[in-house]
T-cell receptor, first 113, second 112 residues
Framework: AQSVAQPEDQVNVAEGNPLTVKCTYS??????LFWYVQYPNRGLQFLLK????DNLVKGSYGFEAEFNKSQTSFHLKKPSALVSDSALYFC???????????WGAGTKLIIKP | GAGVSQSPSNKVTEKGKDVELRCDPI?????LYWYRQSLGQGLEFLIY????????KSGLPSDRFSAERTGGSVSTLTIQRTQQEDSAVYLC??????????FGPGTRLTVL
C-alpha cells in the first residue's frame, strides 16, 4: 500500500538556524515526490519535486529536499530559517503508474525570532 | 491570471441547502482534482477528471456530493442537502496530465 508519513506534527526552529521537515514514503515503482506549503487561509503552493536525476532538489524560497532511496525519505531543508517560513508543509508521493497523490498529514513549522 | 481560480472564496449556508463550488483550472491543463481540507488537517481526495475520460469519483464521501467538468475546463462541485460535517475548505487543483498539481485558493464552506 502507498503511504506517506510526516512524523512531526510541529517543528520549532529559531530564525537563522537550519530547518528540516521530515517525510518518509512507501510506494510501488519509482516515486514521484512533492513538497507543498500552505500559509494561513491560503491554498497550497508547490515548492519542489523529485522525479529522477540528482538526489538533491532545489525549489522555491531557498528550500531544498534530499531524496534517499534506501531510507525511502524525502526531507525538506533550508540552511537558514526565516520567520516568514512559518506555515504548514505537506509531503506527497505517487507511483509511476498512478495519477493519485498520497498526502502526508502535514507538519506545522514555527520559526521564532 | 494564469493560476487556478475558485469561487466563491467563502460560502455560508444553512443545513439542508444545496451549494455549488466552482473551479477554473489553468488553461490547457487536462487534469482537475477536488480535495477537502478540514480545519488545519490534511487533504482528502474527492474526485479526479482527466480529459474526456470517466472521472474517478472514488473519494466522494456520499451521494450528496457530485461534480462535473464542462468542456474539459471549468468544474463545479455540488453538495446537496448540506450537513454541518460538510464544513471545510474545498480545494481545486489542476495539472498537465500527471505532472505537478497547482492549487486554487480554496472555498471555505460553513454549514450552520
Amino acid at each position: 500500500a502507498q503511504s506517506v508519513a510526516q512524523p512531526e506534527d510541529q517543528v520549532n526552529v529559531a530564525e537563522g538556524n537550519p530547518l528540516t521537515v521530515k517525510c518518509t514514503y512507501s510506494v510501488s515503482g519509482n516515486p514521484y515526490l512533492f513538497w507543498y506549503v500552505q500559509y494561513p487561509n491560503r491554498g497550497l503552493q508547490f515548492l519542489l519535486k523529485y522525479i529522477t536525476g540528482d538526489n538533491l532538489v532545489k525549489g522555491s524560497y531557498g528550500f531544498e529536499a534530499e531524496f534517499n532511496k534506501s531510507q525511502t525519505s524525502f526531507h525538506l531543508k533550508k540552511p537558514s530559517a526565516l520567520v516568514s517560513d512559518s506555515a504548514l508543509y505537506f509531503c506527497a508521493v505517487r507511483g509511476d503508474s498512478n495519477y493519485q497523490l498520497i498526502w502526508g498529514a502535514g507538519t506545522k513549522l514555527i520559526i521564532k525570532p | 491570471g494564469a493560476g487556478v481560480s475558485q469561487s466563491p472564496s467563502n460560502k455560508v449556508t444553512e443545513k439542508g441547502k444545496d451549494v455549488e463550488l466552482r473551479c477554473d483550472p489553468i488553461s490547457g491543463h487536462t487534469a482537475l482534482y477536488w480535495y477537502r481540507q478540514s480545519l488545519g488537517q490534511g487533504l482528502e481526495f474527492l474526485i479526479y477528471f482527466q480529459g474526456n475520460s470517466a472521472p474517478d469519483k472514488s473519494g466522494l464521501p456520499s451521494d450528496r456530493f457530485s461534480a462535473e467538468r464542462t468542456g474539459g475546463s471549468v468544474s463545479t462541485l455540488t453538495i446537496q442537502r448540506t450537513q454541518q460535517e460538510d464544513s471545510a475548505v474545498y480545494l481545486c487543483a489542476s495539472s498537465s496530465a500527471w505532472d505537478t498539481q497547482y492549487f486554487g485558493p480554496g472555498t471555505r464552506l460553513t454549514v450552520l
